[in-house]
């Protein structure tokens, strides 16, 4: 997915005008609407950081680079398992398996 779409994807999720999603990042609709139709990308990093933050989501997943919307809470995850004994990683990676195996017979 391109950033047009993400953005376009994220506005409606939020349901959006392009007017009220340009105030909120102090940009005018009409810029939203060249964004949006992939005519124009943003030239100003503080944009990028300014949808990114509104949206909640990272730079990677607005700019189309990873479909994580999550970033922060992914580090975390990481972070607490890095910190736990190697017995208890592995006991966690054998439920997280076995709860994905159980997932996909599901589908």
Same mark, same amino acid.
């Given at each position: 997915?391109? @950033?047009?779409? =993400?953005? $376009? +994807? &994220? $506005?409606q999720e939020k349901k959006m005008t392009q007017t009220v999603l340009g105030r909120a990042i102090d940009i005018s609709? =009409?810029? %939203?609407?060249f964004y949006e139709s992939g005519n124009h990308f943003p030239r100003d990093? %503080? %944009?990028?950081? $300014? %949808?990114?933050?509104?949206?909640?989501?990272?730079l990677?997943?607005?700019?189309? /680079?990873?479909?994580l919307r999550e970033e922060d809470? &992914? #580090? #975390? &995850?990481?972070?607490?398992?890095r910190s736990l004994p190697a017995a208890d990683r592995k006991t966690i990676m054998d439920f997280?398996? @076995? &709860?994905?195996? +159980?997932? /996909? /017979?599901q589908d």
């Open positions: 997915m391109t @950033f047009s779409d =993400r953005l $376009r +994807q &994220l $506005r609709p =009409r810029m %939203i609407s990093e %503080i %944009i990028l950081k $300014r %949808i990114a933050d509104l949206f909640e989501v990272s990677d997943y607005l700019l189309g /680079h990873s479909d809470s &992914l #580090k #975390k &995850l990481c972070g607490t398992y997280m398996e @076995f &709860l994905a195996a +159980q997932n /996909h /017979h």
